[in-house]
């Protein structure tokens, strides 16, 4: 190399101290490129990377549950959950309102069902139950006795109402007579009507007046009191805890009980009089309804108190079926 040049050939730019001397420059030319490869080289893929799904382009304009449900379901999407509420709103109303307030197909539905007419045997009377039974007397036996001893021990309302008997206040009742005991229930239900419109009877002088109903007036709960006919076995069936033994009447809650055996047969002292003790049994048990409680004989030859205990005995007085003779 002369000069101090590079040792490839290339020229370089003169220094400072070449100037100064006023030596020649070669010019300086761009060196000649490398050529170019006629074959390019092989391509090599990039690699792909993943993009999350919520970074997408496409997903930046993607519709949320609820507006996909509406693209959906159309208008349905809004009426179905208005719907769920109203329906929901009237069962609650249904719910928190009276029977009085429902509608009349609802009303009937809620009502009590009553699958007889003939009203239960009350649990809870108001007074104590009452009745002939003594335990120092020994059960009386009247003869023969042609009557039905223990019948179903269901009861059945005998249908009919009469007039208003009397006057006063108004007392209703209705008659019942057990069933299977073999009873003409029209003919008892008679003989209760006539007994208490007798002027004789607990209505005398406008104390107070009776009127009997029906059915339809028994399954509505519209009386006051029932007389009611039952067999002997099944006595204690409608006057528990009274002890009639089977053989006396009774009066339990607002029921007169008439004890079949006695209105088949009465009782010795009536001495064959039936129906004299007929009209007196009636009396007496409705008198237990009326609020009136036991009598005693007032003396021997007297008339015998109505609520004076006759199936028991007369005890000197002489029989009466009535409470105003």
């Given at each position: 190399m002369v000069g101090g040049g590079p040792a490839d050939g290339r020229r370089v730019a003169p220094g400072p101290a070449a100037l100064r001397q006023g030596?020649?420059?070669a010019p300086l030319h761009p060196r000649p490129a490398a050529p170019r490869s006629a074959r390019p080289g092989p391509l090599v893929a990039r690699p792909t990377v993943p993009v999350p799904p919520r970074q997408r382009a496409g997903d930046r304009h993607r519709p949320g549950r609820f507006r996909r449900f509406v693209l959906r379901y159309g208008w349905r999407a809004y009426a179905v959950p208005l719907l769920s509420i109203a329906t929901i709103a009237v069962l609650m109303d249904l719910a928190l309102s009276p029977a009085a307030q429902l509608p009349d197909a609802f009303a009937a539905a809620a009502a009590p069902v009553s699958t007889t007419p003939v009203p239960t045997v009350e649990s809870a009377p108001t007074r104590p139950a009452e009745g002939d039974a003594d335990a120092s007397l020994a059960p009386q036996v009247a003869g023969d006795e042609a009557y039905v001893e223990t019948g179903e021990g269901t009861l059945s309302v005998v249908d009919g109402s009469s007039e208003v008997m009397g006057t006063?206040?108004?007392r209703r009742?209705?008659?019942e007579?057990?069933?299977g005991i073999d009873v003409d229930g029209p003919g008892f239900a008679e003989a209760v009507q006539t007994t208490l419109g007798d002027p004789r009877s607990w209505g005398n002088g406008g104390t107070m007046s009776f009127q009997r109903v029906g059915?339809?007036?028994a399954t509505a709960g519209s009386f006051d009191f029932k007389v009611t006919l039952v067999s002997p076995g099944h006595m204690e069936t409608y006057c528990p805890g009274v002890g009639t033994g089977g053989y006396t009447s009774c009066r339990y809650g607002d029921r007169a009980v008439i004890n079949l055996a006695r209105w088949a047969t009465a009782v010795p002292d009536y001495k064959g009089d039936i129906a004299t003790y007929r009209r007196y049994v009636i009396n007496h048990e409705v008198g237990h309804v009326?609020?009136?409680g036991h009598e005693q004989c007032p003396g021997p030859g007297q008339v015998a108190p109505v609520m004076q205990q006759q199936t028991l005995g007369l005890q000197g007085c002489d029989k009466n079926a009535w409470p105003f003779p």
């Open positions: 030596r020649p420059v006063g206040p108004l009742f209705i008659v007579v057990e069933d059915a339809a007036q009326l609020g009136h």
